[in-house]
């Protein structure tokens, strides 16, 4: 069965709020007229309507500030604008204040309900995102780990089955790859889910202090130890801990964590009470273990202990599949934690990103869309929010394959929108002005067209 939604028809003309009265209530839904923007914000306070479709040019108050109040007090409520003035400049105007989009007069029926048909699916999809983000906010599923590629679906896969074990798993990777994600999905899709997950960095304390945080120390075990304190392998117990970059862990303390892996018992410093642990270890590292075994740096013996279950994380460079969807992802995610709505990537945006090479991988992308998402003003993530260091650098050979060469002393960058400018002129002149099917020539939405006119004054 249809679903039936509340539309809230703004406009001062009688005719047209009859006429969209008609059209959505027998497509089955509620519709709910007002003739102004005063008499609009009561009616969206009292009956909150699913999405809103509102004149810009009305008398006592007009769509645009009736806009931003209903944006401030719904900001997932959608609300198209309907103009009889094709202006670029108040078009991209209404989308930066946060009109989801915005129609001419006289408009095409069909291409409206297609409009408000898809604002109400983008709703219903942030509501679900949301829905899903508060289910997993204190849990992990190894399938979380969001993938195209085919030997990363196989990880996941081996990651499912390993999480059924009680083994020791060694997880290795350059920085980036996501492994501490790996061993977290591991571990709350374990029987061990309901006990405690640790984390603790080899490599981010000096030898003395990690092996207090790992053991714990008995009251006067040495100066300024004023009270017993538990370790690590004593808080883990009924759980998992991981042992993050343990490549770093100096030699000594190696042959302690062999033993607990080894009798699953330990001592405190200055303690002589031995205490039993029931732990999983994971261990993570981006150094290669087997070659610093060869090399006398780490244990032998611990390297083959840790090493029971293998996993290892590709690098971004070598799924480049995953690029696209992973943008999307962080896109999503920082939107909505930066108050944002950004709901799209411009083509050239995703062009540059599938193009890098993201020696920081997966860490360094979600870094990258973050201060995109910061930056940017509008609802399409362009180049020109991306960092710096991400676009493309003046060509030695700067010379585009169509046989348009750059002038002298025009960057790279200068030439590919003068480019891009021309592209958009010959668009819509082939297609008679009609942006709808320009953007549609173009592979781009209208709403991105909008922003290209403006950034270019084509009018």
């Not at 501490?180 to 709350?188: G, N, R, S, T, V």
């Not at 991981?242 to 607990?260: A, S």
């Not at 642990?277 to 075994?293: G, K, Y």
């Not at 297609?431 to 009018?459: C, F, M, P, W």
Request: proline content about 4%.
């Amino acid at each position: 069965m249809k679903k039936s939604y509340r539309i809230l028809i703004v406009d001062d003309e009688e005719n047209v709020r009859r006429m969209l009265t008609a059209v959505f209530t027998l497509d089955g839904h509620q519709p709910i007229c007002a003739a102004d923007g005063s008499q609009a914000l009561e009616l969206f306070k009292q009956q909150t309507p699913d999405i809103v479709l509102m004149d810009i040019r009305m008398p006592k108050l007009g769509g645009m500030e009736a806009l931003q109040i209903m944006r401030k007090a719904h900001q997932d409520t959608p609300v198209i604008l309907m103009t009889a003035y094709a202006a670029v400049e108040t078009a991209v105007e209404a989308l930066r204040l946060g009109a989801f989009d915005y129609v001419i007069k006289p408009f095409d029926l069909d291409e409206l309900k297609l409009l408000i048909n898809r604002a109400l699916q983008l709703k219903s999809m942030k509501q679900e995102i949301n829905l899903l983000h508060r289910e997993l906010s204190n849990s992990y599923q190894w399938d979380r780990i969001l993938t195209n590629s085919t030997k990363m679906m196989e990880l996941c896969r081996d990651t499912a089955k390993i999480a059924q074990s009680n083994a020791s798993v060694l997880i290795t990777g350059e920085s980036g790859t996501g492994k501490e994600l790996i061993a977290k999905a591991i571990h709350y899709n374990s029987p061990r889910a309901k006990g405690p997950f640790i984390k603790v960095n080899c490599g981010a304390l000096p030898e003395s202090l990690l092996e207090s945080e790992l053991f714990g120390h008995e009251k006067g075990a040495f100066t300024g130890a004023l009270m017993q304190r538990q370790g690590l392998f004593e808080r883990a117990n009924q759980g998992t801990l991981l042992l993050d970059e343990v490549g770093e862990m100096p030699h000594n303390l190696q042959v302690k964590l062999l033993r607990v892996l080894q009798e699953r018992e330990f001592e405190r410093l200055g303690g002589s009470q031995t205490i039993k642990t029931d732990i999983r270890l994971i261990a993570a590292t981006n150094r290669n273990l087997a070659a610093m075994v060869e090399q006398g740096a780490f244990r032998q013996d611990l390297f083959y202990r840790l090493n029971v279950m293998h996993l290892s994380p590709l690098p971004l460079r070598e799924r480049p599949e995953d690029i696209s969807l992973l943008a999307q992802h962080f896109l999503q995610k920082f939107s909505a934690e930066n108050g944002k709505e950004m709901i799209e990537l411009d083509a050239s945006t995703l062009a540059i990103l599938e193009s890098y090479s993201w020696p920081g991988n997966v860490r360094e992308l979600a870094n990258a869309i973050e201060r995109a998402v910061i930056m940017s003003t509008g609802f399409i993530m362009f180049p020109d929010d991306l960092p710096e260091h991400l676009l493309p650098q003046q060509s030695t050979q700067p010379t585009f394959d169509s046989g348009h060469t750059l002038e002298n002393g025009q960057s790279l960058k200068e030439s590919i929108k003068a480019y891009e400018r021309t592209l958009i002129c010959t668009a819509l002149t082939n297609n008679h002005g009609n942006r709808v099917q320009t953007a549609r020539a173009l592979g781009i939405s209208r709403r991105a067209l909008l922003y290209k006119l403006q950034e270019y004054y084509i009018d």
